[in-house]
């Protein structure tokens, strides 16, 4: 059975920093771009930051450069994404997917695998 489980998510004031995982099984995860996408009330859903297969390139949307950090362990089967400095508008569910493609044009649809996301408020 394939999954993706996102996890460490929570309740953090403004500056403040949190790291999320996202565990794959049931697949070669380490063929896949691993990809974080996020939706807050009332918005849609964003692609945030990805890392390519095999810790190829990674990318990362305007709002969080330097802010948000993106690493795989294919040994393992997670990546990581390290967010520091957070803001009252990085509030969102925060879900990760596994595809092709990594970047800009990365469409959340398009993924092969998704997980449940999970949830990051940002108290100011």
């Known amino acids: 059975e394939v999954q993706l489980v996102e996890s460490g998510g929570g309740l953090v004031q403004a500056g403040g920093s949190l790291r999320l995982s996202c565990a794959g099984s049931?697949?070669?995860?380490?063929?896949?771009?691993i990809g974080w996408f996020r939706q807050a009330p009332g918005k849609g859903r964003e692609g945030v930051a990805c890392?390519?297969?095999?810790?190829?390139?990674?990318w990362y949307t305007d709002s969080v450069k330097g802010r948000f950090g993106i690493v795989r362990d294919n040994a393992k089967n997670i990546v990581y994404l390290r967010m520091e400095n957070l803001k009252p508008e990085d509030t969102a569910v925060y879900y990760c997917?596994?595809?092709?493609?990594?970047?800009?044009?990365?469409?959340?649809?398009?993924?092969?695998?998704w997980g449940k996301g999970t949830q990051v408020t940002v108290s100011s």
């Open positions: 997917a596994a595809g092709d493609l990594c970047g800009g044009d990365m469409n959340y649809g398009d993924m092969n695998y």
């Open positions: 049931g697949f070669t995860y380490d063929d896949y771009s």
């Open positions: 890392i390519s297969a095999s810790n190829g390139p990674s």
